[in-house]
């Protein structure tokens, strides 16, 4: 596991032995089985790789030791300030679109543009239906599904080979048994090209995505970029995912701020 995650970091023995300030010859050993790990170089060696929460507590169970971490549910009153900030953050990204998302792109909450922007296509819950008429409501479905956003995605196979690669990276990384079950039915859909199915650990992924959207002659121009919280002690705060949509040109703000002030006229 030590290995795998040192390649998908891309670096060297020695390299991840300077992050975590040992010996390559004590790296080596422990990719190999030569030498036990303590809990402490466990941690130490999961901070140098930058593991996500979940990793770091399957990196220390694959050594023997208990789990340092928790997953709450969003719901649990502890998670209050959590909620919180998420309502905050939404609120305020208003009228430009937000979703909050989880590691496997299940839509936890969107705010008000959102709903707007999906209202664009016609009827939303009955496109939520169509693209997932069981479980839960997920973004990376809506995206990718021929009967869902993707009519009106104008640059679709760019916006799909970037999800796929991102997705793909991940599910390959982690082993995230709900990832990989996504890439799996998503692969199946119409259009989903081979070659998107495969990791490009060539290539980083883009920090922004550009989304053209498309219909009845209207034309929003976007892009959107993914957040992270930065100091999470929870699994499940670890992989929330809030992703914002930015107008990516004077119209596009305009149509979206004109859609906000129409429904604020009707409410």
Known sequence: ?????????????????????????????????????????????????????REQNSLLGAAGFAPVYGETSLDDPSMGPIRQALDMLLRHQDPFPATVADRAWNLLQGNAAMHRLLALAGDAEAMWARVCPEGPRNVFKLTLHPEGMRPYIANWTDVAAELMLRTRREADATGHAALHALLDEVSAYPGVRSEWQVAQWARDPSPVLPVTLSKDGLELRLFT???????????????LRVESYFPADPHSEQVLRDMARTQALTA
């Open 225 to 239: 970029m993914i957040s992270t919280f930065g100091t999470p002690q929870d699994i499940t705060t670890d992989e």
């Open 1 to 53: 596991m030590l290995k795998r995650w040192r390649a998908a970091r891309k670096l060297s023995q020695l390299e991840l032995a300077l992050a975590a300030g040992v010996s390559q010859r004590h790296v080596s050993f422990l990719e190999v089985g030569r030498a036990q790990p303590s809990r402490d170089m466990v941690i130490q060696l999961a901070n140098a790789l930058s593991l996500p929460l």
